[in-house]
């Protein structure tokens, strides 16, 4: 079971930080990867992070987004900096997904309820 948390409302330039608490056995040996799915568009892969916590990220959020985990607390977090109407969406991680250093292949049975994050002014 995954669990998102840490959407808002953030004006533009503004910041927010989301958690995903990852109740599955050996979290510390599976890729974690953030995605999202803005209104009315299909959902898109923004960050991910291997077990040895080597990151991937869009293009998009590159160098604004940081994805980051906590083992101890089987816990992966999004800190999302200077962040843009565009960046409006649903939030969602996913656990377990197949990562080769570029490119990251979703577990389809491991997904979050997903956190709404809406930049507006």
């Known amino acids: 079971q995954l669990v998102e948390s840490g959407g808002g409302l953030v004006q533009p330039g503004g910041s927010l930080r989301l958690s995903c608490v990852a109740s599955?056995?050996?979290?510390?040996?599976?890729?974690m990867g953030w995605y999202r799915q803005p209104p009315g568009k299909q959902r898109e892969l923004v960050a991910v992070?291997?077990?040895?916590?080597?990151?991937i990220y869009s293009d998009a959020v590159k160098g604004r987004f940081t994805i980051s985990r906590d083992n101890a607390k089987n816990t992966v977090y999004l800190q999302m900096d200077s962040l843009k109407s565009e960046d409006t969406a649903v939030y969602f991680c996913?656990?377990?997904?197949?990562?080769?250093?570029?490119?990251?292949?979703?577990?389809?049975?491991?997904w979050g309820q997903g956190t709404q994050v809406t930049v507006s002014s």
């Open positions: 992070i291997s077990r040895s916590s080597n990151t």
């Open positions: 599955i056995a050996h979290f510390s040996l599976n890729a």
């Open positions: 996913n656990a377990g997904g197949t990562f080769d250093g570029r490119r990251y292949f979703p577990n389809p049975r491991s």
